[in-house]
């Protein structure tokens, strides 16, 4: 296994030689290299530590560059503070994650999520940084962009609920409506699983595939979504698209990876920890909730100049997302009831009826809390149709309440409006085309 050693001037030089040593007879290791990330108490001109030594102006700048010069398979860290502390092991892990290589100390040890090439048709995926930052809205809406231009694609949905086995829905054929996902809750699923509102929302033929975990690098303890890769291999389709789950990371190597943050998230969740793994392996950043109040421009502000700071060259889109009724609801009154918070749900009742022409009489945006969406719902006036987005309670709480009084149930997508978003998703797309048909294959990350 070759290795990297990451080592200090705070250690003395034959104490470091002597780990090294003990190092590489443990874990049955060859070091090509070394990485010298600061500090001079301890050392003197000319210590020779018997491998190419790599230094630069910070620690991080000096893994990285070591990373560039030679390929490894294991960075092993002998370092410790006061050169190195938490926020730095977190980017020098994020580092030698994205390349490919585990990332050792004394006490831990962190590996590459292990993907799988699954040959036949290019691909993209769309993974996030947590939950509830518009990731499969984003998904839904590249689906839609690349099927009115005729890439014909397929999408494999990973979730928390998906079926024991991976399902097929052929969105543009099914008329997934309500009365199809309440046949779906009483066979057991979860109707409201991301794989129903990407075939009901996008009219594309989705593959639904379950996970359960997640890793602090996004790998699903398990799932069966390689099943579901392989199924969608078979599909006449022209491109796939993985959707992701969560901060979990499909388990796929594809061609173009998006990654969705939310600019209402903690800076250190997106561009820090292993949220910085995130970025080094994704081709472009859609920040969505760009907006007050979800978030200050100051707060946009500091995430993108985080974002610099792990890759200067990463394309970066701020977002918003604004709702977009299936059907035709002009002159109805509705009750519109989402995921959004309580703070932009009145922004978003005044789009609808700006937008689709209804009469917004009530909104909730308790779907995903049961037992206040069904306090919300109580209170709720005469309505014509209940709006909702496919989530969370939006089948067994919303869409059997509708049944039951007999009204109109329309679903919700969420679009994400930004300048220049179009061209940098069908940039991926046809970059995945090009590596399909005779490029180098694999895209970034390990």
Partial sequence: ?????LIDGEHYPPVVLDAMRRVEEELGARGVAAAFLGGTEKIGEGTDYGLPLVAAEDPVAAVREALRRYRVEAVVDLSDEPVVGYRERMRIASLALAAGARYVGSDFELRPPEVHRVPGKPSLAVIGTGKRVGKTAVTGYLARLLDREGFRPAVVSMGRGG???????EGDRLEVGSDYLLRALERGGHAASDYYETAALSRVTTVGCRRCGGGLAGKPFVSNVLEGARIAAGLDAGITIFDGSGAAVPP?????????????????YVAGFLGAYRLLISDLLVLTMAEEPMATPGRVEEILRRVEEVRPELPVIPAVFRPRPAEDVRGLRVAY???APAVVLERLAGYLEESSGCEVVAASGNLSDRKRLAEDLEGMPEVDAYLTEIKAAAVDV?????AAEGRRIVYCDNDPVAGGLDEALLKLA???LRETDGGPVGGRGV
Avoid at 254 to 264: F, I
Avoid at 398 to 402: A, D, E, L, P, Q
Wanted: proline letters at 10%.
């Fill in 398 to 402: 919303v869409t059997r309440r509708g």
């Fill in 252 to 268: 796929v190597a594809v061609d173009r990876r998006v990654l969705v943050a939310g600019a209402h998230q903690d800076p250190e």
């Fill in 337 to 339: 009831v989402s995921t």
């Fill in 430 to 432: 046809r970059e995945a």
């Fill in 1 to 5: 296994m070759r290795a990297l050693f």
């Fill in 163 to 169: 079926p024991p086995e991976p399902e097929v829905l």
